[in-house]
Nanobody, 126 residues
Framework: QVQLVESGGGLVQAGGSLRLSCGAS????????MGWFRQAPGKEREFVAA??????????DYADSVKGRFTISRDNAKNTVYLQMNSLKPEDTAVYYCAAQRTYFRNTVASNYDYWGQGTQVTVSS
């Protein structure tokens, strides 16, 4: 069983930056495909970014709304995945969730992930 714990959320002004971290324990982190999702009040959980692998190659995917502003990365030695968020906008306000997928499959779909963190709040003021 994998446990995921997010951190790094907070309140930031529009145009600012935050870096979210997600630490994993209880599994072999390097074998998991990782993703970040977010959920704003009254809205469905939506895909933000994913970091997948195949052999020695890594692949990243981003939602169109965050391309060029957010960067996902991982450090397998630290069992951690990160989400660097720059040029934040008020519409980025949401609870951000880290998720892990044992087997790669349609990594932009939340229901395809096996493990989830508890979420961290990100609030961007205008």
């Amino acid at each position: 069983q994998v446990q995921l714990v997010e951190s790094g959320g907070g309140l930031v002004q529009a145009g600012g930056s935050l870096r979210l971290s997600c630490g994993a324990s209880g599994g072999t982190f390097s074998t998991y495909h990782m993703g970040w999702f977010r959920q704003a009040p009254g809205k469905e959980r939506e895909f933000v970014a994913a970091h997948s692998w195949s052999g020695r190659l890594y692949y990243v995917d981003y939602a169109d709304s965050v391309k060029g502003r957010f960067t996902i990365s991982r450090d397998n030695a630290k069992n951690t995945v990160y989400l660097q968020m720059n040029s934040l906008k008020p519409e980025d306000t949401a609870v951000y969730y880290c998720a892990a997928q044992r087997t790669y499959f349609r990594n932009t779909v939340a229901s395809n992930y096996d493990y989830w963190g508890q979420g961290t709040q990100v609030t961007v003021s205008s």
